[in-house]
């Protein structure tokens, strides 16, 4: 009997200690921060208390002497007033419909790091209202008309006009038909070969947005796999769809992802020896900036936002994934929603040269309309077994293939394959821009530079310093349009000619000087990044226990002339 127990307590040993290995593999892939931690990003998110700065302590949350808070009131003040006779319409607008407009009251809130957000939004209006577009700048309510770097969110690679008239052909094309839902207007066998010979891949199906495209290669790739879980990288943003979000604001148990760190060999020897893995995930735009997300202004605590594009590097790591993921029968996917047509016709694929499983596009395929697309290996897009007739993975959608995007869709590939050439000349035309910019701001030694992947852009910060999101409102000012993440990210269209470039620079370096001259980067000189985290982490725990108040706002003090002090 003992010696049966003997026999069998070896095996088992063997298994848990295999099974440890496993789990011990998987922890040391996670990325180090808390971004490639969901659970306890989730609990973090959960403890951190609200708290507010009052006037006093919004100018002077750095140290700064009382000359230099009183230059940032003064510069405030100015900044404040500017902005409001500039638009007073636009931000009256704005205002009212924030109040119904769920989308607008989230990103005005999320604008600013939140001490800062109550002072900062009560007084620096924005404008979410635009009425008319025209080569690269947009125009809004109150006749205004500013450089677009918003991009509308990577949709707009070719510029307004070019969308425009698409679209209105676009109708001409499908009016006939008309929105006839089921039946498919002719346009979409062309809109198939075409997708087909893009990506390479076998089959498309068509959905309404980049996010149902996203969770339709993930579904499909679980059924086909017959495995639970997914693989998504540190940072990486794949859309709203909570199956792909498993870190802060996620209720759900989410259990079938793994969140690990890109770029790394850990990472892939956890795919090379779990058989729970189904399908990695890949946004190639994370070659911006590995293992962190396009942060908004609003996580701006301090200076430490980095970037570091290196195409090789990138390249040479999609191609070991791709290894893997072939040895262990795992579905790689590309998620070219945002960066697909932007890195040339062939997209992320032939941009780093490799070939992935599925990939899904969306954004500015759509021609000017809202679509997501996944296109897949045959026996990956299958939504039924053969040998199982009653199996089947259920995914329709009442618009799929809308006739008027499927037109609008054709007038963009018809172009795209016409006139997209490969990447290399593209890259070329917005490294050297970034050049440019980057030696007039170090030129008048100011203390931002820029970063990019092509025409997809962000700024980081030189110096450590609380006020770097200040400088989303100075660039608004000189009229510069910005997304809400501010300047996390610019996207340019292509129609930026040098003229076009050559005004934007001028305007980020006057809107820097201005933000200078108005003493935002002058705090105290031993600021560090650490000691700004630091000094953050102390004012929450004294919330969160109760030995300070949690929200304090100052009225907006009047102007030191009016106080006699001018
Ligand atoms: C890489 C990527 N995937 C998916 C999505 C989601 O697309 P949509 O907003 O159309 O749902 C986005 C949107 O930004 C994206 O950038």
Aim: with cysteine; aromatic share 10%; hydrophobic share 40%.
């Amino acid at each position: 009997m003992n010696l049966l127990l003997a026999a069998a307590a070896v095996p088992l040993a063997a298994w848990l200690l295999y099974k440890a290995r496993l789990r011990l593999q998987l922890s040391r892939a996670k990325h180090r921060s808390l971004r490639g931690h969901s659970r306890i990003s989730r609990r973090l998110a959960r403890l951190v208390p609200y708290y507010s700065y009052d006037e006093q302590q919004f100018f002077a949350s750095d140290g700064a002497d009382d000359a230099i808070v009183e230059q940032r009131r003064r510069g405030f003040r100015e900044l404040a007033e500017r902005l409001a006779a500039k638009a007073p319409k636009s931000i009256a607008t704005t205002e009212q419909a924030a109040g119904g407009v769920s989308d607008l009251k989230f990103t005005g809130a999320y604008r600013v790091p939140f001490q800062y957000r109550a002072y900062a939004t009560r007084h620096l209006g924005s404008a979410a209202f635009a009425s008319e577009t025209s080569g690269v700048r947009i125009r809004d309510l109150d006749g205004n008309w500013s450089y677009d770097l918003s991009g509308s969110y990577g949709v707009n690679l070719l510029g307004y006009d070019f969308y425009k008239r698409n679209i209105t052909s676009a109708v001409t094309a499908a009016d006939q038909l008309g929105p006839v839902l089921g039946p498919y207007h002719p346009v979409v066998a062309d809109n198939v070969q075409r997708l087909k010979a893009i990506s390479g891949l076998d089959e498309v199906s068509f959905h309404m947005s980049g996010t149902e495209a996203v969770m339709q290669a993930v579904r499909l790739a679980r059924y086909h796999t017959r495995r639970s879980q997914a693989v998504l990288f540190c940072g990486a943003y794949h859309g709203w769809w909570d199956g792909v979000q498993p870190g802060v604001g996620n209720q759900r148990s989410v259990g079938d992802i793994y969140t690990l760190a890109d770029m790394s060999e850990r990472t892939l020897k956890v795919l090379d020896s779990r058989r729970d893995i189904a399908c990695v995930l890949v946004n190639p735009l994370q070659a911006l900036h590995p293992n962190a997300g396009a942060s908004s202004d609003a996580m701006l605590i301090a200076s430490d936002r980095s970037a570091n594009f290196d195409k090789d590097a990138y390249a040479d790591w999609l191609k070991k994934l791709r290894a893997v993921c072939t040895k262990r029968g795992i579905v790689l996917i590309f998620d070219e929603v945002f960066v697909g047509f932007r890195l040339g016709l062939g997209g992320a694929q032939a941009y780093f040269d490799v070939a992935a499983d599925m990939v899904t596009y969306g954004k500015t395929l759509g021609g000017g309309l809202p679509v997501g697309a996944l296109t897949g290996r045959r026996e990956l897009m299958r939504r039924y077994r053969e040998d199982r007739p009653t199996d089947i993975c259920f995914a329709r959608g009442t618009f799929n293939s809308h006739p008027y995007v499927m037109t609008a869709m054709n007038g963009f590939l018809e172009y795209a394959m016409r006139e997209i050439g490969a990447a290399e000349a593209e890259d070329a035309v917005w490294n050297a821009r970034r050049e440019d910019l980057n030696n007039a701001l170090s030129a008048a030694g100011l203390p931002v530079q820029a970063h990019n992947m092509s025409s997809v852009w962000m700024l980081t910060y030189t110096r450590p310093g609380r006020y770097n999101w200040m400088l989303q409102y100075y660039l608004r000012a000189e009229g510069l349009a910005l997304s809400w993440v501010g300047t996390g990210r610019f996207i340019f269209s292509h129609n930026y000619s040098d003229e076009d470039f050559a005004a934007v620079r001028q305007r980020i370096v006057d809107a820097a000087e201005r933000m200078r001259a108005d003493g935002w980067w002058n705090g105290d000189p031993g600021l560090s990044n650490r000691g700004i985290r630091r000094q953050v982490l102390k004012e929450m725990l004294a919330v969160r226990f109760g030995r300070r108040p949690s929200a304090i706002i100052g009225p907006l003090s009047p102007a030191p002339e009016a106080r006699g002090e001018a």
